[in-house]
């Protein structure tokens, strides 16, 4: 049982234990994840599941009760210290070392302190480790190998702990939100900074349920039973029915736009290239013709979701525009390799788009093959011509397969 993927259904919220549960639900063994999380804290915490009924749901709930006295120290670097001599499997501690240093990053920026002086929760730290091993451990004893999530339920409202009262949600939650996709409303606090962290560490991405072949699913009980609205995580655990993750699956993106009218035509190529510099995706003009017939442009920007703020403040510095207009958009991008053909007495890249390994489209670069023109002195056609030739005489044809490194031919990689 190696290489599963697995789907978080995250949209009732998520905690540390609850996401356990759903593991142990879905199969992962309980005795297994105690050993692991005993290699860490020996005798510390006991850990045991019951099934209970949310909102007329089965699910499995997780109890962690703590069987030794002493409180351990709940500062990082102690705990990564006892995460670092633990007899665990690699990929477990790996994953739990990741899962904290991400915690202790948004603590340590949430408090305006260094992450080496970041004490976990007030909860106990033998919870979060027993949380947070036991996940990581339980994904190693599914198999599990790629995780992706869907949108995350933050909740709303406000909560009280040993910091005072926190708005929900609270700043730990918001801090690991970034690049994520999450969503207010509900009552109380759904997501807490545990569950938030294994989710962005493990999760590879933030997608709807992908394509895959179901083998088991486990439902994990959240603490509250909130009439209406099961209080609950969901993993799907399969096989990737296409590839895994797919690797031309849409990703989230931004699409910003300006209307420009005024703007001197000369400063515009170096605005796309100070947006592209920036991490645009993309940047295009539009001519168009604005109210009171004035010939215009309007400025399209594809950014990454976590590029926007820094792209819009870029449009408003470069052009003259009052205003920046955003969508929301998903983009799907073909995998890309460049593989190398002959032509002439030289070589010329060609930008090769495909998709599982067969070739959808294959184009010589343009500024290679300028270069090429300008520098042998063909028409810049004919070397385009020659390429092309080439790139069809080495099989990157429409619905060929990916010519594997090595293979025969004029190509290099
Ligand atoms: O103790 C600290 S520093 C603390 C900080 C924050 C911030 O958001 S900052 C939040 N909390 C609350 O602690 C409990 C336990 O969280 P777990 O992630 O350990 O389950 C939760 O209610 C947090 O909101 C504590
Ligand atoms: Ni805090």
């Known amino acids: 049982m190696e290489n599963r993927s697995a789907w978080l259904d995250v949209s009732a ?12 639900d879905a199969g992962a063994d309980l005795a297994r994840v105690q050993r692991a999380v005993d290699a860490v804290i020996p005798g510390a915490v006991r850990t045991s599941t019951t099934t ?29 210290a006892l995460l670092a001599a633990a007899a665990l499997p690699g990929a ?56 992706t999530a869907g949108r995350v339920a933050v909740g709303s409202g406000r909560v009280r702990g040993a910091h005072g009262d926190l708005a929900v949600p609270v700043p730990a939650v918001l801090e690991l939100s970034r690049g994520w996709r999450v ?44 009439p209406g609205r099961a209080n609950v995580v969901r993993v799907v655990v399969g096989e990737p029915e296409s590839g895994w993750p797919p690797e031309d699956a849409a990703e989230d993106a931004v699409v910003l736009r300006a209307n420009v009218d005024d703007l001197d035509p000369r400063v515009w190529p170096g605005v796309l290239a100070t947006l592209l510099d920036a991490g645009a995706s993309d940047a295009w003009l539009v001519p168009i013709l ?24 870029l449009m408003f510095t470069h052009t003259t525009t009052l205003g920046v207009r955003e969508s929301p958009v998903r983009k799907t991008a073909l995998d890309r390799c460049v593989l ?46 020659q390429a092309d030739a080439a790139a069809r005489r080495a099989g990157l044809v429409q619905g060929a397969s990916l010519p594997r490194p090595g293979s025969a031919g004029d190509l290099t990689t």
Request: aromatic content about 2%; overall charge negative; proline content about 5%.
């Open 13 to 24: 919220g998520v905690a540390g234990d609850m996401l356990l549960a759903a593991l142990l």
């Open 52 to 80: 209970v009924s949310r909102a007329g749901l089965r699910a499995t709930k997780v109890d962690v009760v703590a069987t030794a006295d002493d409180a351990p120290d709940r500062r990082w670097p102690a705990i990564r």
């Open 92 to 147: 477990v501690r790996d994953n739990a070392l990741a899962v904290f240093a991400r915690l202790a990053g948004a603590e340590a920026r949430v408090h305006g302190i260094p992450a080496e002086e970041v004490h976990f929760h007030e909860v106990g730290a033998w919870d979060s480790i027993a949380d947070v091993v036991g996940v990581c451990a339980a994904v190693h004893d599914l198999g599990i190998t790629s995780i």
């Open 183 to 226: 969503v207010g409303g509900g009552e109380g606090e759904l997501a807490t900074p545990t569950g938030m962290a294994l989710v962005t560490t493990l999760a590879t991405g933030c997608t709807d349920l992908p394509d895959l072949r179901v083998a088991s699913v486990g439902v994990g009980a959240g603490t509250r039973d909130v």
């Open 290 to 313: 604005m109210k009171k017939g004035r010939p215009a442009h309007t400025l399209h920007v594809l950014a990454p979701p976590e590029r926007t703020d820094r792209l819009r403040d």
């Open 340 to 385: 190398e053909v002959a032509v002439g007495d030289g070589h010329l890249p060609v930008k090769v788009g495909h998709r599982d390994d067969v070739i959808v489209s294959a184009t010589p670069e343009y500024e290679d093959a300028a270069a090429m023109a300008a520098r042998t002195g063909t028409p810049l056609r004919e070397v385009l011509r």
